[in-house]
């Protein structure tokens, strides 16, 4: 069977996405000694929103987001000792799970695939162990997840999950502006003992690129993101001249990391991000402030919702506000394919080696399509590349069966098309994809 693939696009009317359905980055702001808030924007700075302010001295620290449910989580480590939830807009508080004594509970993670939320439990004092801990999302099931020796060395305090390596991360708490590490265990609780990152000063957030196999940090006194290999290697600074960066999140289809600036380090700089909510590529080019600060704003963790349901929500993501070509029909990266069908086969549209595309999978035809995107996918054949035919047309007949489709994470599948019952036994047949966007 001989297949040609072409593409078609159409272009329709636009429909923004609600709040809570589209992209957002959440993040909590705690200034010392007064209530804190957690405050949402868009991916590009745009369209910020105090989501709920806290009264009294909380001590507002880890923030995640959990897709399924479209809630917030937040670990408030002051004299309330809680995790609570909200919906994006700030209605629906519900307590999750009480801290107890606990002396300083910090970041908090969820693994969405099992359901899980995940924090760390640091119990800095010399002598007391320290914990990453995990609950089910109605809190029941609190259990010890990995165990640390007493002390600071390996004292859990930002957290990163990597399922599908099978290890969490943490930064540990240190004491002092020297040399501290991150540390890994396995989901059972096992440490690596072959696993460490030590870094110039007070280790923060980090994040492991799934593709690449990079893992990024926050090192908060000297003010600088680095990376290197997970496996090893030469460290690199991605970016540097911050004041206090903390909580750090990756937006790794994107290519984009966002961080969360405290300012808290008297002695500056103050020139960059501090007091805000930043972003740069991964290599550290087009730096960008997003969040406008109150006087005396203090962020300290993010967390990224990437469901991109239109363009607009998705371009934000892959686009800084100065870049050009931006728009649906541009070709930022000189692939000849156009951004609006890079958006509608989940290729970077920045980057010329990442090029849409149709394969032949036996005699089948294979792509990535998004879902809960507005979009749709029709796939079209012919025998002559003159008549074109489709389920549903005026026809009646079935040209085209589609298997089961394979998720791929992050809200795309893979879609397997083959010749419906109206081809049985033809040659030539050629496929070819319409996608008709809202914009």
Known sequence: MNCELTLLMVAGLAIAAPIGQAARVYYT??????????????????????????????DLRGIAWHRASGRVFVLDNGPAKRIFSIRPDGTGLEGVVGLGASVLNADLEIDEVSG????????????????????????????????????????????????????????????GNGPSSFRRATFTGALDPDFIITTPTRTRDLAVDPATRAVYWCDRQSGTLFKRAVAGGVYEVVLSGLNAPHGLALDAEAGKLYWADTGGRGSGPFSTSARRIARCNLDGTEFENLSMPAAQSEPWDLALDLSSPSYEEWRMRFFSVTSPQAEPAGDADGDGAPNLLEYALATHPRRGSDVPLLTIDGAALRFTRRLDAKLSYCVEVSTDLAAWHFNGDDTALVWTTEEPPSPLGSGLESARVLAGPALSSVSPLFFRVRIAAEL
């Open 29 to 58: 702001d705690q200034p010392t000694g007064a209530p804190g808030s957690v405050v949402s924007l868009a991916p590009d700075g745009s369209d910020q929103q105090l989501v709920i302010t806290v009264a009294g001295t909380p």
């Open 116 to 175: 899980k939320l995940y924090w760390a439990d640091a119990n800095p004092g010399s002598s007391g162990n320290g914990f990453v801990l995990r609950a089910n999302l109605d809190g029941s099931g609190v259990e010890p997840v990995v165990t640390t020796p007493p002390g600071t060395a390996a004292a859990p305090y930002f957290l990163f999950l990597d399922p599908p390596d099978g290890f969490i991360y943490w930064g540990v708490t240190s004491s």
